[in-house]
């Protein structure tokens, strides 16, 4: 990135993944879940999911610092994830559906990194956590302290960090939970899995993170990350989704989703349902719990 001319646009979804999702000429349509209306027209994925200067550290003069830290962290991190889905998509037509030990333990390990940085990342995560900051944390003076408090907690990319260090004890924490699962790879060779504005769906019954039993993360249209507590799958293995498991998932990232699902094609009626009655039951499940992201970390 030239230092002249730093990145402004920062995407909390990253386009190299919702390339997994969109046409040839990386375009989507999106779905907003308010209206229950579709977008006219097909929109580049540049267009989407960013936000400006997410990222980034600010003074007391509100002055950004550090310019772009995080976005280039960000950065190698996506290039990192485009090898990693290729090498799965490049194995798919190699094997068995029910192969076992399919992911090496670094790329197991990868993913869950993965999936943690991009729940970490999301605008709705960084103002809940400053919010809890706030009212836990004397502000010290200083005008951003709290936001970049977040940041350098959530994304803690401004040094080179002692693994065994009290920065990373939340990454610590949240791998050794999700590692505890069981991780299988779902195939659909229909191509209908979809995406969203917060694309990655985690369960814990009490709304907290200790108790996750269950994580949803489609990678592309095809490939979906599943981890769960129960012995439902083949561990380290792969599945080629039924009707049953794909309404599953479906439903799981509508529920997920913040305002928007992105697809290249449009949902059918049936697809449209199940999207519907997840979004309502979210709003249900809101209104009656009034539980946030901070509560469950």
Not at 265 to 286: M, T, Y
Request: aromatic share 12%.
């Amino acid at each position: 990135m030239n230092k002249n001319n730093p990145t402004s646009k920062e995407h909390y979804v990253p386009q190299v993944y919702l390339r997994g999702f969109a046409s040839s000429d990386e375009r989507l349509y999106f779905y907003d879940l308010n209206t229950n209306r579709y977008s006219d027209q097909m929109v580049p994925i540049k267009t989407i999911c960013f936000r400006k200067n997410l990222y980034e550290y600010r003074n007391n003069n509100n002055d950004i610092i550090y310019t772009n830290n995080i976005e280039k962290a960000l950065g190698r991190l996506e290039v990192m994830f485009s090898k990693n889905r290729k090498a799965i998509r490049s194995r798919i037509k190699l094997v068995d559906p029910h192969t076992m030990n399919f992911l090496s333990d670094q790329e197991e390990v990868f993913w869950i990194t993965y999936l943690m940085i991009q729940t970490f990342r999301l605008p709705i995560v960084i103002e809940e956590i400053t919010n809890a900051l706030e009212d836990m944390i004397p502000s010290n003076g200083e005008a951003n302290f709290h936001r970049n408090t977040a940041l350098y907690i959530l994304l803690p990319f401004l040094k080179e960090l002692d693994p065994n260090g009290k920065e990373l004890r939340l990454y610590h924490e949240l791998f050794s939970i999700i590692s505890s699962l069981r991780c299988t790879i779902a195939y659909d060779d229909q191509h209908r899995l979809f995406t969203s504005d917060s694309p990655l769906y985690m369960y814990a019954p009490r709304h907290r993170v200790q108790d996750c039993n269950k994580i949803i993360f489609p990678i592309d249209s095809s490939l979906c990350l599943l981890f769960n507590k129960d012995e439902i799958y083949p561990d380290n293995g792969i599945i080629l989704l039924n009707d049953y498991e794909y309404e599953s998932i479906c439903k799981s990232i509508a529920y997920a989703a913040d305002k928007k699902l992105y697809s290249a094609k449009h949902f059918s009626a049936k697809e449209l349902n199940w999207i519907r009655s997840a979004h309502n039951d979210k709003i249900k499940d809101n209104k009656s719990s009034n539980i946030s992201t901070a509560n469950i970390w």
